[in-house]
């Protein structure tokens, strides 16, 4: 249940602050003063979509928040430690609304996403705003109605799997079949470019070894030449280096028999002349190996030429070479091998189509089963609304397919969609002797009201929610039925806490707490107020529902027969 409600700068409420208690609590107050945009406002910390329009003018930003008793939710506690939030005995949910367009939400002052605290809040609360009923008239609507009430989700949740897949397999299959049109008219294209690059292979990195090689090919002579006159200089020349550096060495040893000192010199002399006989023979074993062969020039030029033939045609690497020529590579074995893949396919999407047709058909018989208890709960609760005999049916049909978009049931086609095979209307007859007709058909409010208060009862004990909100759930209803309605309210707070915005004093007098929104005027403003009533408050509020402004003695007695107040 919601303990406590606050709201600040939203819409023509500067800040209010209510508390609401277990029961039924009524809320009040004359056209415009704000009573829906109350409802509204609990909306958005239930995960309801906002525009930065609902900021009241010179605020910067909204903020409503409230309290949930959830001590013993056990859903709500599983999806808090889902998503790692600390659970309270009471649930702090807040949102705030920036003019800058951020919209930060909160679970017990952890921030979270919009989708979270919608989904609490659809543990929690169900809102019935005031056009929802008309969401009855929309034929479409109806299965949501009656999955509502099921126990199935975890097996609507499984077909909805099995749904998408199946779409996934059609859209794939498809695909491939116009790409096989399309491919068979490149295959000769694909057919000429694998051959051209295979007959070259070029290897990664290969244009760059070939230059390399290339280099040194053309360039023989020269290296050569030098080779020879550096080994000349440094080994085979008449004063060469290395017969200089001997010298040397001599003459250094006969010092360092004079003088010591010369003995790290001496040493460094052996290095230089250890080094002139590494490079001596690094240049002499490099000579050796150069071979000065135009064949293999122009080899080398031929290849160079042929990959960066293939480089100019397909994406100026051999990278890119290489890649291209694997994704033709597979679009080619793709065409040579459709027929295999497009029969693969179709025996995958056979399976799909039965698979779904299985859990439509579980579904459906689900379906059925139900609207048998949605037929008992809804009519017993229309016979306390005023309609005697009704007859309340819901039609469930199914409709062979020749198209090839299918579901398989029990071996024939059916059309099919993202919630099963069942097209789902509920039809009804208020007088007796007529034939049900579609529900969409029935033209009275007040039926329509009543009709949607017994459905969202039906529902409601079913589902055990904690909270109801009815935001003028009595459109249309006055008199007699109105105290009904009220009744109907009343015996929900067995299972829930209840909120309704009415206009009906038959309906408000029998509240537990009772609440009265007004206007009133702070500075150059209009803003929007709520207080709790006392007895003798509710007592006068109930008289001015039924006689006006002006209090009368027989309407305020009449307010405390409604309470169960008279003597």
């Known amino acids: 249940m919601i303990k406590t409600l606050e709201i ?282 150069l071979d000065v062969n135009p064949e293999q020039v122009e080899e080398v030029r031929e290849r160079l030429g042929a990959i960066s033939m293939l480089k100019k045609k397909y994406g100026g690497s051999v990278e890119n070479i290489l890649e291209h020529r694997h994704k033709i590579g597979e679009e080619y074995d793709m065409v040579e091998n459709f027929t295999n893949n497009i029969d693969q396919l179709n025996k995958r999407l056979n399976e799909c189509r039965i698979n779904a047709g299985k859990l439509a058909k579980e579904i459906s018989a689900r379906r059925k089963e139900e609207s048998k208890k949605i037929k008992k709960g809804i009519e017993t609760s229309l016979k306390q609304l005023g309609i005697p005999n009704p007859d309340f049916q819901t039609r469930i049909t199914n409709a062979s397919s020749e198209n090839k978009k299918h579901i398989i049931v029990d071996g024939k086609p059916y059309k099919f969609f993202s919630k099963g095979f069942d097209t789902v209307e509920f039809f009804i007859s208020t007088n007796p002797g007529e034939d049900p007709k579609p529900l969409s058909k029935i033209a009275s409010g007040g039926e329509i009201s009543r009709i949607m208060l017994s459905l969202k009862s039906t529902l409601a004990k079913s589902d055990r929610l904690p909270l109801l909100i009815f935001d003028e759930i009595d459109v249309g209803v006055s008199g007699r039925i109105a105290q009904k309605v009220g009744q109907v309210l009343k015996s929900l707070t067995s299972f829930h806490q209840v909120i309704a915005i009415t206009h009906l004093p038959q309906i408000a007098g029998l509240a537990d707490h009772h609440y009265m929104v007004d206007k009133i005027k702070k500075g150059n403003r209009v803003v929007s107020s709520i207080k709790i009533l006392s007895e003798k408050e509710r007592i006068q509020e109930i008289a001015k529902l039924m006689s006006g402004e002006k209090l009368t003695n027989a309407s305020l007695e009449g307010a405390k027969e409604l309470m169960g107040l008279s003597r």
């Open 8 to 289: 600040k700068d939203y819409a023509v409420i500067e800040q209010i602050n209510v508390e609401f208690g277990k029961g039924l609590n009524i809320i009040t107050g004359e056209t415009g003063t704000g009573k829906s945009i109350l409802i509204d406002a609990m909306g958005l910390i239930l995960g309801e979509r906002v525009s930065a329009d609902v900021i009241r003018k010179g605020a910067n930003k909204s903020v409503i928040e409230g309290i949930f008793e959830v001590e013993r939710n056990n859903k709500v506690e599983l999806l808090l430690k889902e998503n790692d939030i600390e659970f309270y005995s009471d649930m702090i949910v807040r949102r705030e609304i920036s003019l800058k367009g951020s919209n930060r939400c909160f679970i017990n002052d952890t921030p979270v996403s919009l989708s979270l605290i919608k989904e609490a809040g659809d543990i929690l609360v169900d809102i019935h705003g005031q056009h929802e009923h008309q969401s009855l008239l929309r034929t479409e609507t109806h299965i949501d109605f009656l999955d509502e009430f099921g126990n199935y989700k975890k097996l609507l949740e499984e077909y909805r799997n099995s749904y998408e897949e199946l779409s996934v397999v059609e859209k794939e299959l498809e695909s491939l079949k116009e790409r096989e049109a399309l491919l068979k008219e490149k295959k000769e294209i694909y057919s000429f470019q694998i051959k051209e690059i295979d007959n070259i292979s070029p290897e990664p990195g290969e244009d760059e070894k070939l230059n390399d090689e290339l280099k040194i090919l053309e360039n023989s002579e020269k290296l050569v030449e030098l080779t020879s006159r550096v080994y000349e200089v440094l080994y085979d020349s008449e004063n060469s280096v290395h017969d200089s550096v001997v010298k040397m060495q001599t003459d250094l040893n006969k010092l360092k028999g004079i003088d010591n000192s010369f003995s790290e010199t001496t040493g460094e002399a052996e290095s230089i002349l250890a080094l002139i006989n590494d490079i001596a023979s690094f240049v002499q074993s490099y000579k050796e190996k």
